[in-house]
Each structure stands twice: as structure tokens, then as C-alpha cells.
């Protein structure tokens, strides 16, 4: 029996070393790739695009045969230590339908034609997240405010009759900006404004019973700056 014990014993002694030795540490994982370098103080020029949902949508639906349009314009921003950003941007609307009054539910267009524009002048600033994985997707929010004009002309409209008149209001927005080359860049947000008490005072817009021109939008951007 001792014999046996010992030779157990012996076996035990040779054969750890061997099984820890087919037991091989798992290689690290790969460092993520490292922050682009970014100038302190970035500024940069863009130009945007965005298809906007008025709040007002019964009224624009009414005399424009859709409740939704499209914005155009452009801006700057200035990014500062890659993490907080301040833009500034302008960007309008214009559309041309037709007057019409309502009675009884019921619609009735007049063939007089009714030109709208409205130009949103913004200011926002928000923060940029910093992500290692991925260095060229940069994600962001922001809050601001926005000086909007509203003009509204008709054929037969005297200038008394026309509508220009201007409004402030609260202006949020998130998305993601997307690196594509060292100086080139395109973000994909979401926008929202609110802009109370701009129509509503008469015409269709006071039968509904609508007086936000703001509204939800998707915008997109082409940034050139880094």
C-alpha cells in the first residue's frame, strides 16, 4: 500500500506542472484607439437642411395642403475643448397657398394666393460626449433660444394688411455628429422649438385655435472645421 501511495503521490507531483502549463493566460484586449487631437478652440462654418412638423399642423395643412416643409440655411459654431459647443445658425421657410375661410367644419378656398416665411435666427449651446470605441461618432444636446419671423403676403393684402411680426422661443436639440474626413463633417439631430402666440390672433390659424410656430424636425448638417 505504500508503494501504491507513493507512486499516486509521484504522479500528482509531474502531471500539475504539465495540466498549468496548457492552461494559457488570455491575451489583453486591445487598448482602445485613441482621442483624435482637436484644437482647443475649434470654429466652424455648416451648412443644414431640416423637415420640420408644425405644431400648427391643422392650420398648414389647411392653406398648404401639408402640414409639414422644409428649412434651409446655414451658421457657424465654436466648439471649445471638444466637449462644449455654442452655434449659432439662420435658416428659413417659404411656402404659397391659398386664403380660404371655414364654416361649419367645412374649408372653402378662395384661389387668392397666400405666400408664408418664417426665419428662425438660433442660439444654442450644449455638450459633446467624448467616445473611445468610437472616435468619429460624437454625440451631443444642446439648449437655446431662437428669434423667429413671421411674414405673411396676399395678392390684394394692402401693407397694413400684411403680417410681419417676430417672436422668441425655447429651441432643444440632440444628435450625433459624424467625422468623415480631418476637416469634413456631417450630424444628424433632432430639433425642437416652441414659439407661442406668433399666429392665432386671426384667420385660420385663430379658428383652429393654433398659435405655435414651432415644431419638431429632422435636421442634417454638412460641417466644414474640425
Given at each position: 500500500m505504500k508503494t501504491i501511495s507513493a507512486a499516486c503521490l509521484?504522479?500528482?507531483?509531474l502531471t500539475s506542472p504539465l495540466a498549468a502549463q496548457t492552461r494559457r493566460p488570455r491575451p489583453p484586449s486591445p487598448p482602445p484607439p485613441p482621442l483624435p487631437s482637436y484644437p482647443a478652440f475649434a470654429p466652424r462654418a455648416f451648412v443644414e437642411i431640416s423637415e420640420q412638423q408644425f405644431a400648427a399642423k391643422e392650420t398648414f395643412k389647411s392653406v398648404f395642403g401639408e402640414s409639414a416643409?422644409?428649412?434651409?440655411?446655414?451658421?457657424?459654431?465654436?466648439?471649445?475643448?471638444?466637449?462644449?459647443?455654442?452655434?449659432?445658425?439662420?435658416?428659413q421657410y417659404k411656402k404659397t397657398g391659398q386664403r380660404l375661410f371655414r364654416s361649419e367644419g367645412k374649408?372653402?378656398?378662395?384661389g387668392i394666393p397666400l405666400s408664408v416665411k418664417v426665419t428662425?435666427?438660433?442660439l444654442i449651446g450644449g455638450y459633446r460626449l467624448r467616445l473611445r470605441r468610437w472616435p468619429r461618432v460624437i454625440p451631443y444636446a444642446g439648449i437655446?433660444?431662437?428669434?423667429f419671423k413671421y411674414e405673411e403676403t396676399s395678392q390684394f393684402n394692402t401693407d397694413e394688411e400684411n403680417v410681419d411680426v417676430k417672436k422668441k422661443g425655447l429651441v432643444l436639440v440632440g444628435g450625433a455628429e459624424f467625422r468623415v474626413f480631418r476637416w469634413v463633417g456631417v450630424s444628424l439631430d433632432a430639433h425642437y422649438s416652441h414659439v407661442s402666440d406668433i399666429i392665432g390672433i386671426g384667420g385660420i390659424s385663430q379658428e383652429f385655435k393654433e398659435d405655435d410656430l414651432g415644431g419638431t424636425a429632422a435636421r442634417f448638417r454638412v460641417i466644414i472645421g474640425r
Open positions: 509521484l504522479t500528482l507531483v416643409g422644409p428649412f434651409r440655411g446655414g451658421g457657424v459654431d465654436l466648439v471649445l475643448n471638444r466637449s462644449l459647443f455654442v452655434e449659432i445658425s439662420a435658416s374649408d372653402y378656398r378662395l428662425p435666427i438660433e437655446g433660444f431662437g428669434s
